[in-house]
């Protein structure tokens, strides 16, 4: 199994706090992504990182920043949390930057946000 | 608009014979299709892919048939297991977006004993 782990892996917190995510790797894979989950939707893209220093956004990234200092940490940051933001949140890492190479995922923090 | 969609929100068979999991996309610009499972508090893990050049991947039970003139994929397990029961997701990707992938909303698969 590829080596990513989400911590924390629960989290529950109130409307306006900040919250911060952590996405950590063994692989030394160049990409990594931040998904969000919720009931009915597939996996939606809220940032990506493609090096150190290196990220952009995805699909659902109003609301979200992320940073990567180092190539095995990527940190997800949720400024001002509200209950729509309450998500089961996933990292994934890749090797390459192309289409065909899989990504691998943790194993997902679910938080709430009351 | 989305880009990936899978229309079965889910599909129950009998085990030993055939699932047939169907996923239809609407950008031809898209490179590569993938297939991904998942098991309730776990991640999504890889399952097969295929390139947009070809119309056929196999791998063991899985299959994944790529019709393009119709922008539509298909992943057959043959035959389906009880360990097969999980959340499929279709995702698709191209060469020159930093290995991004759009997901479709996922296919519950349950496998009857």
């Known amino acids: 199994d590829a080596g990513i782990t989400q911590s924390p892996r629960h989290k529950v917190t109130e409307t306006g706090t900040p919250v911060t995510l952590r996405c950590h790797q063994t692989e030394n894979h160049r990409y990594m992504y931040w998904y969000r989950q919720d009931p009915g939707h597939g996996l939606r893209l809220i940032h990506y990182?493609?090096?150190?220093?290196?990220?952009d956004k995805g699909e659902v990234s109003d609301g979200y920043s992320v940073s990567r200092s180092k190539t095995e940490d990527f940190l997800l940051t949720l400024e001002s949390a509200t209950s729509s933001q309450t998500s089961v949140y996933f990292c994934?890492?890749?090797?390459?930057?192309?289409?065909?190479?899989?990504?691998?995922f943790g194993d997902g923090t679910r938080l709430s946000i009351l | 608009d989305q880009q990936v969609k899978q229309n079965s929100p889910s599909l129950s068979v009998q085990e030993g014979r055939i699932s047939i999991l169907n996923c239809d996309y609407t950008?031809?610009?898209?490179?590569?299709f993938l297939w991904y499972k998942k098991y309730p508090a776990e991640g999504p893990t890889f399952l097969i892919s295929i390139s947009s050049i070809k119309d056929k991947n196999e791998d063991g039970r899985f299959t994944v048939f790529l019709n393009k003139s119709a922008k539509h994929l298909s992943l057959h397990i043959v035959p389906s297991q009880p360990g097969d029961s999980a959340v499929y997701f279709c995702?698709?990707?191209?060469?020159?977006?930093?290995?991004?992938?759009?997901f479709g909303d996922g296919t519950t698969l349950t496998v009857k004993p």
């Open positions: 994934a890492i890749s090797e390459g930057g192309i289409g065909n190479q899989p990504q691998h």
């Open positions: 950008n031809s610009m898209f490179d590569y």
């Open positions: 995702a698709a990707g191209g060469n020159t977006n930093a290995g991004k992938s759009t």
């Open positions: 990182s493609y090096g150190v220093k290196d990220t």
